[in-house]
């Protein structure tokens, strides 16, 4: 970045990359496991409202808690961590109640 952009550019990118890379963590993984989840039929809409009320949620507290650009990324890597449990819960508790052993 110090090559390509300017000095100002380059401050304000290296103190919101960390935050920003930490919140897209979760969400890769949590793709990954809702594409999982949505290929089955039993758990498509259970998972799907659960999905719609987080994205609600991350909507609402972006609008009422946008101070900064850095608590933005902080509200979106915690929305990003539920769905990660979401996901991961819905994930075990399937295999758990379809007899799945890590199939």
Not at 17 to 43: F, G, H, I, T
Not at 46 to 57: K, M, T
């Amino acid at each position: 970045m110090k090559l390509v952009y300017k000095q100002s550019y380059v401050q304000v990118a290296s103190a919101i990359l960390p935050w920003y890379a930490s919140a897209m963590v979760p969400l890769a993984l949590a793709n990954v496991l809702l594409n999982d989840l949505l290929a089955r039929p039993d758990s498509k809409l259970v998972l799907s409202v659960c999905v719609f009320i987080l994205a609600a949620g991350y909507i609402v507290t972006v609008v009422l808690f946008h101070s900064s650009l850095v608590s933005v990324l902080q509200i979106m890597g915690g929305c990003n961590l539920l769905l990660l449990g979401v996901c991961a819960w819905f994930s075990w508790a399937g295999k758990k109640s379809n007899g799945r052993n890590g199939e």
